[in-house]
């Protein structure tokens, strides 16, 4: 290396030493908020025992909110029943009529095929007047797949 | 959107012509710009092609630039 | 160079570290491949390949942008500079997988051209939470793309050394780039810390490596020699510098060697001729300097390749009066025979 370059390295780092840190620690600053799960896509996670609400199944893939015998504790089961056209998407949480995924929380994210088990906290809890709805969006296309009342 | 349709088509025009003067150039041009081509093998021709397809212009040039060179010296003998 | 271009100079080194490679990439991808069928039988083909690829790059390109750094700091880690060529392309044609394959799985269904659509799906350019992340990753293929079809050294040699060592510098623009495709892609989807911590401890590491030894080498540029005479600058001790080895001076513009071997001193300028290689950081082997970084090699009397190659680097005055080593900054033309300083019995003790 020549003595121009080794200093033109040097100053590339020093500034990736302040864009890289900034740059991942705002990006991790703007993830949303999550319902509940802190792995998403829990391999290993299995149902809970109670079935709460079976939601009438929609093209391609049916949910169901359930619960422990003593009602502590929810989750979103979500099964694809048929390989979704979409080969990923996130499911948030958001008021109900407010379709903005950016102002609700993320559940969980799915791939085109299989189930998937979220832990959730009581506001998925089903019930005629819920002010909530789930939203399955497509983060790579950015748009809004699905919108189910809860 | 047209715009990104626009730069999609021009990026193809420019490789397009980069493959057509990458034969050429394989051919005719590559021994005369340097003169470490001589001698070396197929490997090495293959290996250099995508460059050749991407950066052809400079090859283009660098060729143009060969060629007066290898004229000029006959002229002065003339 | 005065011999002809090979597609690759395999030699049993190079080959080694080509198989070690391979073997490596070769074992990730079928360990991912057999986790995600026994813990997530569920996902698609497409969807293992886009990960098991993706995450393989990402670790190769962490190792091959501390080989540098780590050679500074310690010469033991130059055997993978020597090859480190093979391990950027290797990376390409691995990333290059996932780059299609998301392309093919994300953007190929509609009817819209996929790099159209891959550009034109998420135009959120003004918010970071929304940014179009693959857009991210797109530039920074092309950048590794560039690199890998420039890699072979004719490219070093027709697009001039300039164009192609700032070609290669790109390198750190299209790392920032994946940081930052993975930080705005996956990882806003993904709650799990795991993923930003490795992404910190990455980027840590390498912004801790580089600036180490960045700041190291910029120091060495900057020692001053006071004591000068008759154009001469005293640099050191003859017993500073082992035989066969050369310390290195920076008293102008660009680093002088200073070798000792076989009785005498010669002193040679620093770049290898090659890709720059630090010259005074080999050892003379069979009569001749060897570069450290790809084994170019200049006899110390006149800094000339021996035949058939033609490589020359300038040469410069050096002298011994008693046991310290004057070094005259000023450079001969490239190739130029210098007598070198004799080291007698008296200066050796
Ligand atoms: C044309 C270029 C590229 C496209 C279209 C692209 C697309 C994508 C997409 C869609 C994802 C999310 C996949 C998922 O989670 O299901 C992703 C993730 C990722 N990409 Fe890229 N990418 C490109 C280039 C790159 C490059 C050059 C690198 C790094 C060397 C890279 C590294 C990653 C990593 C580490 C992940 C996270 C793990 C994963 O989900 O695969 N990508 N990319
Ligand atoms: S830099 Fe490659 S041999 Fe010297």
Redesign the pocket.
Known sequence: MIKKLRKKHLQIWTALAVLLPVGIISAWLVIPPAAKDKLLQPASARALPVILKAYPSRVGFEFNIRTNTDTTQFQLEWVNNQTLTY??ATIYQTQLNDGNVQHGRLVGRI?ARGSYYFMVDSTFKPSYNSTYQLVLYDF?HQKNMDIIKL | MSTMTVILAAISLYLVAGIIFTIIFQLKGLSKIDEGVNGSGWGFRIIIIPGCIVFWTGLLRKWIKANKEIIDPAKEHA | MGASYLAVGWNRQKKIYDWLIFAFCVLYLATFVVLTAIFNPDYTFE?VL??A???L??II?HVTLSIGPLTRINKKFLPLLYNRRHLGVS?FCI?LV???F??L???SLGNVNPFVS?FTSNTHFGSLADFP??A???F??II?FLMAITSHDFWLHNLSPKVWKTLHMFVYL?YF??VM??ML??IQ?ETNPVFIIIMLIGAFTLIALHLIAGTREVNKDDVIYKLKQDGYVLVCDVKDIEEDRAKMFCLDTERIAVYKTGGKLFAVNNVCKHQNGPLGEGKVIDGCITCPWHGYQYLPQNGQSPPPFKEKVSTYDVKLEGTHVWLNPKAYAEGTERPGAVISVVNAE
């Open positions: 080969p990923t791939e790579i | 969807t886009i990960r690829t993706s995450t790059a990402v390109l990376m990333i996932h780059g299609s998301s392309i799985q994300f953007h891959l992340f693959q991210l990753g797109f920074a293929l590794f299209a780039l994946v495709h993975v892609g996956v989807y």
